[in-house]
């Protein structure tokens, strides 16, 4: 399975024009094969089929590569480290700050970090609502975490002046932008991912210039 993925993942990456250094290229494998061994114990993502794992954990979270912005980034809902892991293996002068609740699922991120060498990466096991980090974020990203509208009013004391929010959807949910405050400024990209048909949105979120995001 290993030589599958290998040569997925290369071409994956081609595809998509990310430029990754060849231990760069064996640490997402080598995350991937984690992956696989705790989910065989835990349910850590529906993702199962190992034919279909590196297009839809590794090269679905790298499609928002480039729409990062500034040194410090929260995962919310983590999980599995989607897209957080990923992410931190291509960008090790930013820092991520990986953040879930669920205790399995942090173990896995611990040990992800500890088996990778990833300084970059610090794991928290925590509401969001309740986490008060020394510093706030330039990029919260959220995979599968929540509607837009408690994404934002969840997360709002976290974001710092000038950052913005960066939520991965499949269909863009109209209900859910209806939702937000009218003040607040959209970005829809269409993602693109190798290997997968159906479509993928990453959609930016930004508050005012001026002054702090509304929380509810």
Known sequence: MRGLWEQQL???LAEMKLATSEQQQRQLLDYLALLEKWNRAFNLTAVRDPEKMVSRQLLDSL???HLL?????????????????PLAILNPRRSFILLDTNGKKTRFLRQVKLELGLDNVQVEQTRVEQYQPPQ?????????????PDLISLTCHLLAPGGCWLAMKAA????????LPAEYQLEIQLLVVPGEAAQRHGILISP???????CR
Do not use: M, N, W, Y
């Open 63 to 65: 499609s928002i590569q």
């Open 136 to 148: 706030r974020f330039d990029i919260i990203t959220s995979r599968a975490f929540a509607s837009l």
């Open 10 to 12: 290369s071409q994956g």
């Open 69 to 85: 912005k500034g040194e410090r980034i929260l995962d919310v809902g983590s999980g599995a480290g989607l897209p957080g892991i």
């Open 172 to 179: 863009v949910p109209q209900d859910e932008l209806v939702a």
């Open 208 to 214: 005012p210039a001026s002054g702090e995001p509304r």
